[in-house]
């Protein structure tokens, strides 16, 4: 169980409301612990993940709050960036996702460009301009 810090509630300022439920329940039920790393970024700050390589789009989900990225903590409380935390980490991810009735794609999936720590509501289901507390039937 994780205990969500300011910061942590902070960075999730902008969120999708469906996307902030889900992290509040993975700190509430999974036993691995994490950290909030980032949510709504700006269009500057994605250009310049983009520059330096870290992004490889100006389409991310964290300009519309679709997206977090989730830093896992390892057994001595440290940030991790050692896949199999994330693989673990993500069975937890996904199971709050099926109990909460939240779809959710992890970039730990993707099959180019993999990104453990990224969370992302699917553009199918939650398409940019649709209201922000009502996701789109499919």
Known sequence: MTMLSERDRERMKGLHPDLI?????AAAYAPIH????EGLRS?????AYVASGASQ???SRHLTGHAVDLGVLDDAGNLTWEWPWYDRFAVHMKGGSQLNGIPVEWGGDWTSFKDGPHWQLPWEQYPVGSAPDEPIEV
Do not use: H, P, S, Y
């Open 21 to 25: 439920r889900l992290v509040e329940a």
């Open 34 to 37: 994490f950290m909030v790393i």
């Open 43 to 47: 269009e500057a700050q994605q250009a």
């Open 57 to 59: 789009t100006m389409n």
